[in-house]
Structures are given as C-alpha cells and as structure tokens.
C-alpha cells in the first residue's frame, strides 16, 4: 500500500487525486467555511495569540485551506500562518503566504487538520484462519492474495485490544501506522486542537461484525474498484478512529471528542433549512444561492454518507470547551 501510494510510480505521485474522488473539502466552500465558528473558539481558548497556526495535513491541492482563510474574519485572518504538509510537490499558483512541507512543524499553537489523511496511511491486513492470524500479502500485479506469515508482536497486540477476530476469513485492518501518524501530529500541538475527519469504526461497531471482511478498496476515475496495489488507483481503508484516539491521550492530548460529521457540523451551526419558497419571487438570484447551498449543507451532513464520516477533536494545553462539537 506505501508503494502504490506514495512509491515512485505511486497513485499519489503520478495523479491528481481530486479527479479520482470527492471529499468534503474539495466538493466546494461549505465545508471550509463551516470549520470557522471552530477555528475563532480555538483562537479565543488561546487568548487570541499573535500567531495561530492552522496545519492542514495531507492538504492535497490545499484548497480546504485557502478557503478557510478566505471565510476568516479580518482580524483572524491576518494573525493565522497557513501551513500544507503534503508529501506531494506544491501545486504551482498556490498563494505565497501558505507555507508547504512534506513533514508537519514541530510546534503548533492553533489548529492542526487532517482531513481524509489517516484513511490513506497505509496499513496491513491480517486474516484469521485456521486457528492463527497471518499477513495477508498481495500481488501488485495481479492483486492475487497469499498468506504472508504471523503479524509482528505489536501488530498482534494492537488486532487483540482494538480488532480481535477469531474466525476463518475474518479480516482486522492494523491501525498502528495510523495510530503513530495521529500521535505525532498531536505531539507536535503546544496549545492548541487536532482534528482528524475521516472514514472510520469504533470497537463496538468492529466487534458487531459489520466489518469482519474488512473495509480495503480502492478508487479511480470517481468509481470503486479493486484495490490492486499497482499505482493506478487510490487505496483507502476506514480507520479504527478510538485506537487514533488512545494514541492521541497518550501523546499528550488532554481532551477528547469522537462524533460523527453530521452531528459535529450542526453544532458548528450548519443547517440544511430550504430557503423559503416566497424568495423565489421577490429575489431568483437569492433564492437559487440559498437553495444551491442547502443542497450542499444536506450532502454534507447526510448520515448515508458525508455526514457518517467521524470527526476525532483533541485538544492540548487550551481550554476549549468540548460543547463545541455538541459533546
Ligand atoms: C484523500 S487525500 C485528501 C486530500 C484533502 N485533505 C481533501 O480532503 O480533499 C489524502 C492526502 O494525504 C496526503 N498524504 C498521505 N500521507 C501523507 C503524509 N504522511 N504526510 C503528508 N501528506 C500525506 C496524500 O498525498 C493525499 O494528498
């Protein structure tokens, strides 16, 4: 999965992946200008800094970025130091004043995102079968599957406490590497909040067999397909969003929050009301924006999709109050 992502010749390095999938930060402004209301409680918990950095990583085109900064208010907008990590070349055109890693900075005061990231580090996958677990080892060719002996000790550990499976063909996608990327992002945070949005399951969900033959699957050109670890397509696997979380405490994070995206957005204040219908006469123009956002609000908070996406808010030294997100 490393090398058909982010190899030589990987999707990543080879693509532009906003043509092969739509997220919630690509799919147009309500979403960026929905994280607002979070980015000026941030900035008031942290006694309105001088500088407030707002870290998006895995970026991609940075758009999510550029079009938060846009809905900012004045006053914040100048404090806040805009910052990609991608492990992917800057996008040419993109403003000056949004700075571009490949690694996020080792200190941030603000807001550190990411959107859609933890889905796409890559993570192994280890099936039960005849009473033990092994590595389940893919042709990058033919995506033909054989075993690929027993998980290491910390991947066994970390299939125990989060994903534990014992029947034949039961599948657990190992989230360690995931767990590690959300701990260092947080251990980079002085003050401040992390947030990662994404696909996801918690245990209870795990544990009820919804997911016993995993969730690995792949994109290209807007359809699924199968995640044949050639390069060609973008492979993606939910992640186990409480094991992030467990990984976050012990980094240093010293609150924490887990909901759904429909549930986290409307309390931000995003709403799906229909303009009403008598605007329609008195201001078309009005009327269509106010209809055309609506329809997007219900995109994102659809509980079939976008809306089922988990949002995992943590915070270190800053006193953000959790009700933020409706906890
Ligand atoms: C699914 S895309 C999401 C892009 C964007 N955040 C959005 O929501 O539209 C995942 C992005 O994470 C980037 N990425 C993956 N691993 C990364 C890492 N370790 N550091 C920085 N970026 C990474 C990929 O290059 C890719 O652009």
Not at 90 to 119: F, M, Y
Request: proline residues 6%.
């Amino acid at each position: 999965m490393a090398a058909a992502l982010y190899g030589p010749s990987g999707f990543y390095c080879t693509n532009a992946p906003e043509q092969h999938f739509r997220t919630s930060g690509n799919a147009g402004p309500l979403f960026a200008a929905s994280l607002v209301p979070l980015v000026v409680a941030i900035d008031e918990s942290l006694g309105h800094p001088s500088r407030l950095d707002v870290v998006d990583v895995g970026a991609g085109d940075a758009r999510l970025l550029t079009t938060l900064h846009q809905a900012l208010p004045d006053e914040l907008a100048v404090r806040t130091r805009l910052t990609a990590v991608e492990v992917r070349p800057r996008p040419t055109g993109l403003p000056l004043d949004v700075g571009w890693l490949n690694t996020a900075p080792q200190h941030i005061t603000g807001l550190v995102l990411a959107h859609e990231l933890l889905d796409n580090v890559p993570c192994d996958v280890a099936e039960f079968q005849s009473g033990g677990l092994h590595v389940v080892q893919v042709d990058s060719g033919t995506g033909a599957e054989r075993a690929a002996g027993p998980p290491t000790q910390e991947q066994a550990d970390w299939i125990d406490r989060w994903w534990p499976i014992s029947d034949d063909g039961d599948r657990a996608e190992i989230g360690v590497q995931r767990d590690r990327a959300w701990a260092e992002l947080v251990s980079h945070l002085d003050r401040g909040v992390a947030v990662a949005v994404d696909y996801g399951h918690t245990l209870t969900e795990r544990s009820s067999g919804l997911y016993d033959a995993g969730t690995l699957t792949a994109y290209r050109d807007g359809r699924q397909v199968a995640p044949i670890p050639d390069g060609s397509c973008d492979i993606t696997a939910h992640v186990a969003m409480d094991s992030c979380a467990e990984a976050g405490r012990t980094a240093g994070a010293d609150t924490t929050v887990l909901r759904r995206q429909a549930a986290a957005l409307r309390a931000l204040g995003l709403d799906a009301r229909r303009p009403p219908v008598d605007l329609a006469r008195t201001d078309p123009q009005a009327y269509v924006q106010r209809l055309a956002r609506a329809s997007h609000a219900a995109e994102l908070l659809d509980p079939t999709s976008l809306g089922s996406f988990w949002w995992l808010l943590q915070t270190t030294n800053c006193s953000l109050d959790p009700a933020i997100l409706g906890a």
